[in-house]
């Protein structure tokens, strides 16, 4: 298969490379180390139209593709992973559950402005007891007249502490594990809606999370995202393209750390060469731009699949399994490459280092994409 990018992907692409370099590189260590979410830069990447990349005109986004989506979420996390996650949130797990199960009144008030960029959502299904398991999850809601209330906890809540809107998953029916989950769309400034204090991460720091308790917070029924107990189905398809959207930001990060090491070695001399002349270097340099564009051809057949409208659910956990897991590779290569430098925060090979271990985890650890995979392999 080969994917010829159109001339309006080229365009976007570039564009984000562009705002990259200007607006994020040169910052990305200060936000990193001041734990800074930097909110005029989002704002800056909404008004390029990044908000909702692949949402139609007609409700407040692009009207691109998902493939014009996964390339504008490697160049934007080549610049800062932090940026890359919060735009991906608000993409893939906000946006395109709103898009694709919200009645037209729902998407009039719940993804317009959030497509625009005028809002930010965010996706709250972990809790405490519940990360790869959803079924043990424990926030209910009870359905009471025309309204529901809702108890309990969801955590590591990427942009919790900054959204606006959040896809909530509750549990309706105790008794029916997965059958029994429903969805919401829910407004954060909703009595009983008690943000927590920031997360503090080893890595994408400026990208900001927390916990999140509900305190018999009253939610509209209008407001419900699909019917009771379609909400894991809401989820799971969710997450299908949510990542193709971290599988985006892990190649971005190796990106990152492999042009960091490239230039490293060509300026780094030992034994009277620069490094880059010696053959372990030039093989590891080999190594890891291999594995970044194997990454992004599997990343990008996903995103080619979705905008298909064809399933791809295997792919597009094949896409952010290699990918996380070579975003990692890399980074540990980079930091080799330069030796004592790379341990120092005087460079930023050590953030990519840091930021690329979570692409193992959220949205699905490697472990869990395993787990799609063999079971679509022996279906």
Known sequence: MEIELSEEQRLLRDTCREFADRELKPNAKRWDREHQYPAETVKKA????????AVPTEWGGAGM?????????????RGCASVGVTLSVNNSLYCDP?????????????????????????????EPQAGSDAAEQRTTAVRRGDKYVIN?????????????AIVLFTMTDLRKGTKGI??????????????????????????????????NMEVPAADRLGQEGEGFKIAMSTLDGGRIGIAAQAIGI?????????????????????????QAIQFMLADMITELEAARL???????????????????????????????????KAVQIHGGMGYSKELDVERHFRDARITEIYEGTSEIQRLVISNALLK
């Open 46 to 53: 909404f008004e390029l139209g990044l908000a909702g990349v």
């Open 65 to 77: 593709d998902n493939v014009a989506y996964a390339l504008a979420i490697e160049e934007i996390s």
């Open 98 to 126: 709103v898009l694709k199960y919200g009645t037209d009144g729902q998407k009039e008030s719940w993804l317009k402005p959030f497509a625009s960029g005028e809002k930010l959502g965010c996706f709250g299904l972990t």
């Open 152 to 164: 309990g906890t969801k955590n590591w809540i990427t942009n919790g502490p900054v959204a606006d």
């Open 182 to 215: 429903t969805a919401f769309v829910v407004d954060t400034k909703t009595p009983g809606f008690l943000l927590q204090k920031t997360d503090e991460k080893l890595g994408i720091c400026a990208s900001p999370s927390c916990t999140i308790f509900f305190e």
């Open 254 to 278: 190796g990106m990152a750390a492999f042009e960091e090491a490239r230039e490293y070695a060509k300026v780094r001399k030992t034994f009277d060469v620069p490094i880059a002349q010696h």
């Open 298 to 332: 599997l990343t990008l057949r996903a995103a080619s699949l979705k905008d298909a409208g064809i399933r791809h659910s295997r792919e597009s956990s094949m896409a952010k399994l290699y990918a996380s897991e070579a975003a990692n590779r890399v980074a540990d």
